[in-house]
């Protein structure tokens, strides 16, 4: 499974994005499909992530209420969308898949990566 991410850009406090994560592979859309990132200095963290299907969603609690996230399996997409954004979102934005629906917060048990988009907010 190849992943790319794109939608990463600049904006300023309180602003809003869409990325994307366009996933292939013979058995892309099988797998489920989370948002991690890092901030320069910082461990990297998780985000979201949506079951394969769509049907469950999990935020970090950080991110609940402003984050989104979505998938597009006749696109083998999938778009997180983040509003109300703050100085501290800024991060590189990484999305990853993953088969299994158990260790959905740990990086380590992610299988494949895209290479990253980067967030900017300036307050």
């Known amino acids: 499974v190849q992943l790319q991410a794109s939608g990463g850009g600049s904006v300023q406090a309180g602003g809003y994005l869409r990325l994307s994560c366009v996933a292939s592979?013979?058995?892309?859309?099988?797998?489920?499909m989370g948002w991690f990132r890092q901030a320069p200095g910082k461990e990297r963290e998780f985000v979201a992530v949506?079951?394969?299907?769509?049907?469950?969603?999990y935020y970090a609690d950080s991110m609940k209420g402003r984050f989104t996230l979505s998938r597009d399996n006749a696109k083998n997409t999938v778009y997180l969308q983040m509003s109300s954004l703050k100085p501290e979102d800024t991060a590189v934005y990484y999305c990853?898949?993953?088969?299994?629906?158990?260790?959905?917060?740990?990086?380590?048990?992610?299988?494949?990566w895209g290479q990253g988009t980067l967030v900017t907010v300036s307050s």
């Open positions: 990853a898949a993953k088969s299994t629906w158990n260790g959905l917060r740990d990086s380590r048990d992610y299988e494949y």
């Open positions: 592979g013979r058995t892309s859309r099988s797998y489920n």
């Open positions: 949506i079951m394969w299907n769509g049907g469950i969603a």
